[in-house]
């Protein structure tokens, strides 16, 4: 899990290329927020994150950030996909 203030990058799980970059805050929700990233680079994902601290999330150097979808479900967890586009090849 991650640490409050922390920065975290997110990788594609296929060809490792910088996704987005998450920062949390010290505030804790109420839910867990899970967060999956599409890779513009390979058409593939991130491995899914999970965090208990309320966050903000940019693109890299590679990727900007296009897009969310943002599903809440009952059991207290909220799933955001975040769709990204190709800045710059990366490798």
């Given at each position: 899990m991650e640490e409050k203030g922390e920065s975290i990058t997110i990788n594609c799980s296929n060809c490792r290329t910088p996704l987005a970059q998450i920062w949390t805050s010290e505030?804790?929700?109420?839910?867990?927020?899970?967060?999956?990233?599409?890779?513009?680079?390979?058409?593939?994902?991130?491995?899914?994150?999970?965090?208990?601290?309320?966050?903000?999330?940019?693109?890299?150097?590679?990727?900007?950030?296009?897009?969310?979808?943002i599903d809440d479900s009952e059991d207290g967890v909220l799933k955001q996909t975040v769709y990204t586009s190709k800045v710059k090849k990366y490798g």
């Open positions: 505030h804790t929700n109420d839910f867990i927020t899970k967060i999956i990233v599409d890779c513009a680079h390979c058409e593939q994902e991130s491995y899914v994150k999970e965090f208990f601290h309320k966050c903000f999330i940019g693109g890299t150097d590679f990727t900007s950030i296009d897009s969310f979808d």
